[in-house]
């Protein structure tokens, strides 16, 4: 089983920055697409970005593209989510998750291994 672990949430700013990171418990042989989503307090858990299992290609929720980028360190097993221009509606818990099988999906049905999640609280 992986475990993945948050880190990189905190209080900023509108028009802040803050750089997420997602750090898998251990190396695996897979070749999964990983996928940032966020849930704020009484809202469904929503789709941020994703990306492909080499990195070559991501796409973003409307909302954030041009805002957000998704990357990753393929042999650390690493993922990380740079925001740019913050706004307080993007104040949520953020997720990380592996998907199951299309990098491309944005359902939360279709990834696993999901962390704890890190608090981004974005003030106006």
């Known amino acids: 089983q992986v475990q993945l672990v948050e880190s990189g949430g905190g209080l900023v700013e509108a028009g802040g920055s803050l750089r997420l990171s997602c750090a898998a418990s251990?190396?695996?042989?897979?070749?999964?697409?990983m996928g940032w989503f966020r849930q704020a307090p009484g809202k469904e858990r929503e789709f941020v970005a994703s990306i492909s299992w080499r990195g070559e290609s991501t796409i973003y929720a409307e909302g954030v593209e041009g805002r957000f980028t998704i990357s990753r360190d393929y042999p650390k097993g690493s993922v990380y989510l740079q925001m740019n221009s913050l706004k307080p509606e993007d104040t949520a818990v953020y997720y990380c998750?592996?998907?199951?099988?299309?990098?491309?999906?944005?359902?939360?049905?279709?990834?696993?291994?999901w962390g704890q999640g890190t608090q981004v609280t974005v003030s106006s």
């Open positions: 998750a592996q998907a199951l099988r299309s990098w491309s999906t944005r359902q939360v049905s279709e990834y696993r291994y």
């Open positions: 251990r190396q695996t042989s897979s070749n999964n697409g």
